[in-house]
Each structure stands twice: as structure tokens, then as C-alpha cells.
T-cell receptor, first 114, second 116 residues
């Protein structure tokens, strides 16, 4: 069975600080990887995804994530956070076969202080 | 972007009653809808996948007789929690996909169910 670990439950940063949120997954096969974001009072929405190809994936709002297969990781990064990045971030994994199940991590709450 | 709504946004009910939650895709046709459940400080757990016009596929450990899912049209799916008990209290979130693939799912805002 696949699983996802997000080690940071709550992160507090000042504006302009760099961000890296950890995500490790457990699955032996080929995977699709996702980061979702949930801004306060809003729906979950897709931030970026990796299916294949370049392991460095760029998403919306300046976010990027790097898939490191050997480390089973898909960490999310942003060089300079803004107050508007305050949100909860969820890493998720799906096996790339036909089975339609996305497994989510427990989420990381990011608080950016102006 | 694609919009998915849920109704109600929150509901409180007595133990033993049934509660229906609606999930609608407002500006696209949803071939497939997914129902998730989220406990406090835990991740979203997929409960079931429903394709329009066919029976839902439930994840292991989810009671299909307790969580009735109907996906009768391309814009509406319903989840009915039958004979609700306090342990069913949770946050229920639906998502919808026009492509039929979970990779392109759009999420609803969720429904908070509290069973007294």
C-alpha cells in the first residue's frame, strides 16, 4: 500500500524567507506525485504535479518541487514566500497505473508573518 | 477554473438519522466524482469513486450500505450517511473530474457533519 509522510506539521516563516516542505512516499512502483494547497476558507486546489520527465516541476505562484526517486521524496520549494502563501499544503501520491486512488499526506500548515 | 459545490456546508443531526450531502459540478460535466473523508489532523481518505450512471466503487473498509453514493447525472453526486452515529462525525469532501481521471479532480469545499 502506498503512504505519504509530511514531517512538518506547522511551519512559520517571515516574508521573503525560503520555503522547503518535506514529502516522502512509500510505494515500490511508478508514481504520479502532487502538491495541493488549501488557502484559508477555500477549496483544495492543485499546485503542481509530476508524472514523468524532468524531475524538477514548476507550479503556480512560484512554487516548484523536485522528485528524487532514490530518496522517495517530492519536496516543495519556494525561494521567497509571501504572506498570501499562508495555507495548508498537502502532498499526495498515486500509482501511475489505472487504479484511481490518490493517497494524501496529513498536510503542513504554513504561516507567513508579514 | 472548474467549480464544484457541496451542500450543505455543515450539518448537525441526531444519532440514528440519515444525512444526504450533495456534490455538484457547476460549470463542467463530471464523468467521475470522488468522495473523501477527513478526520481532524489527519489526511483525506478516499471513500469511494463514482462514475455517472454506474455503481460506486468503495475503498476497502468503507461500508457501502452505510455510505450510499448516487451519481445519477453528470453534474450531481450524493452521499447519504445512513443511521449516522457520532463516530461518523467528520469532514466529507467531494471532487469531480471531467476526464474521468483522478489526476484532474477539482475539489468541493467540504461538508462538516456532526452527529450528536
Amino acid at each position: 500500500a502506498q503512504s505519504v509522510s509530511q514531517h512538518n506539521h506547522h511551519v512559520i516563516l517571515s516574508e521573503a524567507a525560503s520555503l522547503e516542505l518535506g514529502c516522502n512516499y512509500s510505494y515500490g512502483g511508478t508514481v504520479n506525485l502532487f502538491w495541493y494547497v488549501q488557502y484559508p476558507g477555500q477549496h483544495l486546489q492543485l499546485l503542481l504535479k509530476y508524472f514523468s520527465g524532468d524531475p524538477l516541476v514548476k507550479g503556480i505562484k512560484g512554487f516548484e518541487a523536485e522528485f528524487i526517486k532514490s530518496k522517495f521524496s517530492f519536496n516543495l520549494r519556494k525561494p521567497s514566500v509571501q504572506w498570501s502563501d499562508t495555507a495548508e499544503y498537502f502532498c499526495a501520491v498515486k500509482n501511475s497505473g489505472g487504479y484511481q486512488k490518490v493517497t494524501f499526506g496529513t498536510g503542513t500548515k504554513l504561516q507567513v508573518i508579514p | 477554473g472548474a467549480v464544484v459545490s457541496q451542500h450543505p456546508s455543515w450539518v448537525i443531526c441526531k444519532s440514528g438519522t440519515s444525512v444526504k450531502i450533495e456534490c455538484r459540478s457547476l460549470d463542467f460535466q463530471a464523468t467521475t466524482m470522488f468522495w473523501y473523508r477527513q478526520f481532524p489532523k489527519q489526511s483525506l481518505m478516499l471513500m469511494a469513486t463514482s462514475n455517472e450512471g454506474s455503481k460506486a466503487t468503495y475503498e476497502q473498509g468503507v461500508e457501502k450500505d452505510k455510505f450510499l453514493i448516487n451519481h445519477a447525472s453528470l453534474t450531481l453526486s450524493t452521499l447519504t450517511v445512513t443511521s449516522a452515529h457520532p463516530e461518523d462525525s467528520s469532514f466529507y469532501i467531494c471532487s469531480a473530474s471531467s476526464s474521468g481521471r483522478v489526476e484532474t479532480q477539482y475539489f468541493g469545499p467540504g461538508t462538516r457533519l456532526t452527529v450528536l
